[in-house]
Nanobody, 123 residues
């Protein structure tokens, strides 16, 4: 089992940047593919990006491609989401998740979830 704790959310103006972090504890971090999801009020949870166990492969959603970058540091048991050129529509609670499967892009593919961190982008 693995425990996940997100941090780094906050309030930012449109066009600004934030970096989210997700610290993992428990079983070997490098055994898990990792993903970021988000959920805005009244909307379904949405896939944002995923990264392979080694970090060599990344899969951003079309909605964030070119603006968001997922990365990981297996020595620090941490996955990151660098968010640039933020837009008001990026406002959501952001969740990190861990998967024993190979780089899922749907929430059903993930086994463990963090509690989420709020990101609010003002116009």
């Amino acid at each position: 089992q693995v425990q996940l704790v997100e941090s780094g959310g906050g309030l930012v103006q449109a066009g600004g940047s934030l970096r989210l972090s997700c610290a993992a504890s428990g079983r070997t971090f490098s055994a898990y593919a990792m993903g970021w999801f988000r959920q805005a009020p009244g909307k379904e949870r949405e896939f944002v990006a995923a990264i392979s166990r080694s970090g060599n492969f990344t899969y951003p959603a079309d909605s964030v491609k070119g603006r968001f970058t997922i990365s990981r540091d297996n020595a620090k048991n941490t996955v990151y989401l660098q968010m640039n050129s933020l837009k008001p529509e990026d406002t959501a609670v952001y969740y990190c998740a861990a998967a024993t499967r190979k780089i899922p892009t749907t929430s059903e593919g993930y086994d463990y979830w963090g509690q989420g961190t709020q990101v609010t982008v003002s116009s």
